[in-house]
């Protein structure tokens, strides 16, 4: 059995800004968009929409701008920016008319809302996007050639799992 970790405060440098520039972009993205909702839907759901949007904007800028300056204060905007998408997509696909506009709305969640919300998700959680760290985890009462239980020890018990912690993410 292999465990493989995926956070890490070390290695993560390179991986911060091409996170955060994504982040950003989003963010902006939402700005010409909201003028466009501003100028299309009726005065009562345009300002429910921008409201959202802006939300989502600021809280998606703001974690980006963290990642870029290597800051780990990004992890509560983060979290912001993926309650607010997933609200978004959620909203979305419940207020679609059926046929066209609910298959826009889908297709807006799966690619847009959801990837985001899912990367914002495991920033504010630690994860970093990439593998660092690996070390092979051997069950308490197996032999460590094949993880199956050994001459005298094992037989008859239920072997568990302990927590394994990286040497390279301190206080996890």
């Known amino acids: 059995m292999t465990l493989i970790t995926l956070t890490s405060r070390t290695e993560s ?12 972009g989003a963010g902006a993205v939402l700005l010409p968009w909201m003028a466009y909702l501003a100028a299309t839907l009726p005065p009562e759901q345009a300002v429910a929409w921008i409201a959202l949007d802006t939300l989502e904007a600021a809280a998606l800028m703001t974690a980006g701008r ?41 297709a807006m969640a799966v690619a847009a809302e959801l990837p985001l919300a899912a990367l914002c998700g ?45 040497p390279h993410s301190p206080g996890r």
């Open 66 to 106: 963290s990642l870029m300056r290597g800051d780990g204060r990004h992890r509560k905007a983060a979290a912001g920016a993926a309650l607010c998408l997933l609200a978004d997509a959620t909203a979305d696909l419940l207020t679609s008319a059926p046929g066209a506009e609910f298959a826009q709305a889908v």
């Open 122 to 166: 495991g920033l504010a959680l630690g994860w970093r996007g990439h593998i660092h760290h690996y070390r092979r985890a051997v069950l308490p009462g197996t032999s460590e050639r094949h993880n199956q239980p050994g001459p005298a020890r094992g037989k008859g018990r239920i072997a568990s799992w302990t927590a394994l912690k990286s």
């Open 13 to 24: 440098a390179a991986w911060q800004p091409w996170q955060g520039r994504l982040l950003v």
